[in-house]
């Protein structure tokens, strides 16, 4: 790390082919809060615990779930700072491509931008990826859409996927319910429990987030009321 | 002598039933000389999407060679093409950026959208966008051809009446004018197919 031959860049090869930083980014995204995402046949649901250190903390100021575009959201695991510069940066995008071509900026084009400055931050000089890994959920005229970007900045798309803490749970859990033909309401069901299963203490409607986005191509985050209606709905 | 008159030209385009035609004159000149007569000032973005653009000849080519670099970039990003309207945005974008040292343009574009409906935007060459509800016109003629279209054109013409109105309305404009005609080239634009027609007009 301190060696004169290579620290002019910190995602520098490794002998065995890997970008050590990259894995290491990858482990931060592991230990950061448990975030998952469910695509419908009708929308798409976001969801993330939003376990805070101590009860002291206004929980309605801390928002894990962010919009993008009126019809994109984005939730993350990892370093909640990183994630700030993303949604800034994607956000800033959304509008360019809104002001040159007066049409809202597909999914997919979105994904692709952040997925790029992502990777612009992994082969420069002087500065370190991002510790964050993105689950993108928008709804535009070629349907829903459920996107996750990782730090290297390779993106894919899921039907249905975790990323944080309790990923591998999650995902199983996840495999065994999901359906190709699940609508947006049995999807927020399926998130509610895929997030129940790995949580520790009690859940409510304010130590977790849900986003969703319909048909209509709006997407919203729900209110603490809304998350408490569905969680009761699921007992 | 007004720059964008320096050589000459004409642009009309009409919409028709689930149809639009755009056409063009083919004369190029410098000032008063006549240079080529086969110089074509309309030009395919994709299956259901043309522009024409009148003015100065040097800019029309420029802009030609712009619009079909960002569209095919785009087409390849996205994987789809571009609708008529986002591609109007886009010009009306492209010529802003030259706010203070415009081309010296005016495009009409014509095309279908994605789901069949006629569409024709005209601007003027800073970007400044108007959608044109029955036809649009550009050039050195665009007077005349005011004049003339509004006589023709009628609502829910086929695609062949259609050729015949927008064929009579610029060969009647062009002749009014100097700085424009030598022949004229038509497209006629369907869902299905593209047909494409060269006329004889004057030769003068």
Known sequence: MGDSQYSFSLTTFSPSGKLVQIEYALNAVAAGATSLGIKATNGVVIATEKKLPTELIDETSVKKIQLLTENTGVVYSGIGPDSRVLVRKSRKSAQSYYTVYREVIPVSQLVRETAAVMQEFTQSGGVRPFGVSLLMAGYDSQGPHLYQVDPSGSYFAWKASAIGKNMTNAKTFLEKRYTEDMELEDAIHTAILTLKEGFEGQIAGDNIEIGIVGSDRKFRVLTPAEVNDYLAEVE | MSITSYNGGAVVAM?????????????????????????????????????????????????????????????????????PSTFARLVSSILYERRFGPYFIEPVIAGLEEDGTPFICATDLIGAYEECPEFGVAGTADESLFGACESYWQPGLQPEELFETISQALLAAVDRDALSGWGATVHVITLDKIITRTLKGRMD
């Open chain 2, 15 to 83: 919409k028709g039933d689930k149809c639009v035609a755009i056409a063009c004159d083919r004369r190029f000149g410098v000032q008063l000389q006549t240079l080529a007569t086969d110089f074509n000032r309309v030009f395919q973005m994709h299956d259901r999407l043309f522009i024409g653009i009148a003015g100065l000849g040097t800019d029309v080519q420029t802009l030609k060679h712009r619009l079909q670099f960002r569209h095919k970039l785009f087409s390849l990003r996205e994987d789809r093409v571009m609708p």
